[in-house]
């Protein structure tokens, strides 16, 4: 996943070629491999097109949306079978913990403008995921169980919350003046937090909460279930 991907930049394509070009580039892809689409908007009716005529075939990982341009790394999965909940928020996981490493990396290399650049993509994928999951998992695992006022997702969404003012803090932390070294010295707290706080939500959700939901949940709803996360 790091190594860097081909790029198709449609800006500069007549728009009836850009989705036909997006395709046979998908096409010409090994199982795993990527590429970076870079548009002018927000390319929701790709997507839309991928789930019909690609189905269960790729992944959709946005890492700018906007104001101006939105880039999206589009990948084809190693097979094209139905998704469970496991499989594809547990992915997103790994996916997300390898932009955070490379973030890392940079920082550490003294590379503040590549550091603020990943931390930009694994912030947005990380609120993103969570957004997936208040919104479409832990709604299906409550009505489900039966457990929503004391259950496991009550304990989720407390640490989202600090998952969320600890981005915030690492942001502001980055974005602060005096160079590489002033704001490596501002994340270094926020970053070890956040780092021990993934860790262990993660294993949660991994261990109790995708399984139960994949147990209690029917193919077609899990199916319907990852359309309805990938599309936010
Ligand atoms: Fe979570
Ligand atoms: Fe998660």
Redesign the pocket.
């Known amino acids: 996943m790091n190594a860097t991907p081909t790029i198709v930049d449609v800006r500069a394509i007549p728009p009836r070629e850009r989705h036909p070009q997006i395709f046979r580039t998908f096409d010409g892809l090994p199982p795993t491999g990527a590429f970076l689409l870079v548009n002018d908007h927000n390319p929701v009716p790709l997507l839309h097109q991928f789930r019909f005529e690609r189905p269960h075939a790729f992944e959709w990982w946005p890492l700018e949306q906007g104001p101006e341009v939105w880039r999206v790394l589009i990948a084809k999965r190693a097979k094209a079978e139905p998704e469970t909940i496991g499989g594809y928020?547990?992915g997103?996981?790994r996916r997300i913990e390898a932009l955070w490493d490379d973030f890392r990396a940079r920082l550490n290399a003294e590379d503040l403008p590549g550091a603020r650049e990943r931390f930009g993509e694994f912030s947005l994928g990380l609120h993103r995921?969570?957004e997936?999951?208040e919104r479409i998992l832990f709604p299906a695992f409550e009505e489900r169980t039966g457990m929503s006022g004391a259950g496991p997702t009550v304990v989720?969404r407390d640490e989202h919350e600090e998952i969320r003012r600890l981005l915030e803090a690492i942001e502001t932390g980055l974005g602060r003046e005096g160079g590489v070294a002033a704001a490596r010295d501002a994340v270094s707290s926020p970053c070890r937090e956040l780092a021990d706080l993934l860790n262990s939500?993660?294993q949660k959700?991994?261990g109790i909460l995708?399984p139960t939901t994949d147990q209690l949940v029917d193919a077609r709803a899990k199916a319907d279930m990852v359309h309805l996360m990938r599309a936010i």
Request: charged share 35%.
């Open positions: 928020l547990g997103d996981h995921h969570i997936m999951e989720m939500h993660d959700e991994e995708y």
